[in-house]
């Protein structure tokens, strides 16, 4: 609006020959250039964190349609990284299990398990039926998880258990060692993979009646994220990062 009356005074003390007004109306004209392409830190940073929101969006939906390992996901992602960098907490969107599918695992203080907590899990686990399944999950945002995961995969196959895949969470997990047993009371195998975590000293965290849980959870909530079993599965073994000491 001032640079607009800025103009048509300069125009009208141009044709009348007025040189004082025709300097007071370019001085500022020049001003209403300077502000309006003057864009002061809280916008950019605005923009910014507009520009994170919508790479975010664009890489839930990739992932939510199966394309989280695509070359353009991944790039989205490099380029929140390198354009957000220090952005504030409040800008930055929960995990999702699209981005829990594309996030490089964390570093952190490993689980550790002596030689004699492995043998007395061993032992444990042998002392049972053989071939019960055994189905175990962990939070893939860190690297020690997985790892542990993995070693209580040859664990149990050592001890002759029919371990199934090993698979990521689908969502982020708080940390520690869980059992969630499908049913209330739990089956057999889901009380025998219990009581050997604790022979090991592993003290896990257990919970039964999950599948009715899970199911009144989804019922309630479409986006409910939680574990899922399968009618032939019993409980899941979920793996998180080492509680801390």
Do not use: C
């Not at 300077?34 to 940073?45: D, G, K, S």
């Amino acid at each position: 609006m001032l640079g607009s009356g800025a103009v048509a005074w300069l125009v009208a003390a141009g044709r009348a020959g007025y040189r004082r007004p025709l300097a007071y109306a370019a001085a500022i004209l020049a001003v209403s250039a300077l502000l309006a392409f003057h864009r002061p830190p809280w916008m950019a940073q605005r923009r910014t964190s507009g520009l994170a929101i919508g790479w975010h969006n664009l890489g839930v939906t990739l992932g939510d349609a199966g394309r989280a390992d695509e070359a353009e996901a991944l790039q989205l992602r490099a380029q929140i990284r390198a354009t957000v960098g220090g952005a504030s907490a409040a800008a930055t969107p929960a995990a999702t299990p699209a981005m829990l599918a594309t996030a490089s695992p964390t570093t952190g203080p490993a689980w550790t398990l002596s030689s004699e907590a492995r043998a007395a899990l061993v032992a444990s686990l042998s002392a049972r039926r053989a071939g019960m399944p055994v189905w175990i999950v962990y939070d893939s945002r860190y690297a020690s998880a997985e790892a542990f995961a993995r070693q209580l995969v040859t664990i149990f196959e050592e001890a002759h258990w029919s371990a199934k895949p090993l698979a990521r969470a689908s969502f982020a997990m708080r940390p520690g060692l869980f059992i969630f047993a499908a049913d209330d009371p739990p089956s057999d195998s889901s009380s025998a993979a219990g009581e050997s975590l604790i022979a090991a000293n592993l003290k896990p965290t257990i919970g039964t009646g999950y599948r009715a849980y899970a199911e009144e959870q989804r019922a309630n909530n479409p986006n409910w994220r939680g574990i899922s079993f399968e009618p032939e599965q019993s409980f899941v073994i979920a793996v998180g990062r080492p509680p801390e000491p």
